[in-house]
């Protein structure tokens, strides 16, 4: 049987930053915490806690003082800096350089305009952590949109300035896109900025040419990926006989009979390790067939 590891999967550069950082103030010594999961992968959560990372929530952090903590790559809202100012913690940003830009462009915009005649729009997942800190950019008013249904929370009588969540997917954006210009009213403004990540835009055609190769697909993410979620379903789009698992107990050996060839792909939040393990349970699960 042929395994091969989708090369292009595995941590963007946002997540390596991040990771790169935690290693290298644990290696430094004393207690580091990250405010929230480092990643959405309970595995690589896993490792890291064994090296002695912490994970906290937003209302421990405002109980703590004096102490060290990491902002992940999803970025944070202004908020968090202020609470941690306030409790004398020393904050290590590894906010992604990407979203940061972002979070940026959407402050800039939010101060420039009255919010009584603009409706600042972000389309993302409601409550993702990446969204929560865009938002919190515009003092808590901007809209999430997460589907088409959701347009209906707008004034389309009022102008519209529409951003996006890094990770979402390009097609879906474009979408909605063109339902906002459908239904919003000619005498007022509509514009709106293409803010998808492209190292993660650019992996859906890469992953559905790589799931066309292989016989049987396995997607490797952690349940709360929500990258995870939109590439899967590119996968199974490409390959019907695509299961998503998030740890190699998950595998059947059932799906690997009659099989010639396996394909191991994963999210931006996928560690390269988990993948290979994968792989080599692949390889020794076949060996007892």
């Given amino acids: 049987m042929i395994v091969e590891i989708d090369k292009d999967s595995g941590f963007c550069f946002g997540v390596v930053n991040a990771i790169k950082h935690v290693e290298e103030e644990l290696q430094q010594g004393g207690e ?21 990372l912490k994970t906290i929530d937003h209302e421990e952090l405002k109980q703590i003082k004096s102490a060290k903590v990491l902002l992940r790559a999803h970025g944070e809202p202004p908020s968090t800096y202020q609470i941690a100012k306030e409790n004398n913690i020393r904050i290590i940003d590894a906010t992604c350089p990407v979203v940061l830009q972002l979070q940026k462009k959407i402050f800039k915009e939010y101060s420039a305009s009255d919010p009584e005649k603009v409706q600042i729009v972000i389309y993302g997942k409601i409550g993702h952590a990446e969204v929560n800190g865009l938002v919190g950019q515009t003092s808590g008013n901007a809209i999430v949109i997460e589907k088409i249904d959701d347009l209906d929370k707008l004034d389309f009588n009022k102008d519209i300035c529409l951003f996006s969540q890094t990770t979402m997917s390009l097609d879906s954006f474009q979408e909605i896109v063109r ?8 005498s007022v403004t509509f514009r709106y ?5 492209r190292q993660v835009a650019n992996r859906m055609p890469q992953i559905k040419l790589f799931a066309g190769k292989h016989d049987l697909i396995l997607f490797v993410a952690g349940k709360k990926s929500s990258n ?16 998503l698992i998030s740890d190699p107990q998950e595998i059947n050996p059932e799906w690997l009979k009659n099989i010639k060839s396996v394909g191991v792909c994963g999210a931006t939040s996928t560690p390269k390790w988990l993948m290979e393990s994968v792989a080599e349970t692949v390889i020794s699960k076949t060996a007892l067939l």
Avoid: W, Y
Wanted: hydrophobic letters at 30%.
């Fill in 228 to 243: 995870g979620k939109v590439l899967f379903e590119e996968c199974k789009k490409a390959n019907p006989n695509t299961f």
């Fill in 32 to 52: 580091l915490a990250c405010l929230g999961d480092i990643v959405h992968n309970s595995q690589e959560v896993k490792r890291l806690k064994t090296k002695g």
């Fill in 193 to 197: 900025f293409d803010t998808i990540c």
């Fill in 179 to 186: 339902q906002i210009e459908k239904r919003i009213n000619p």
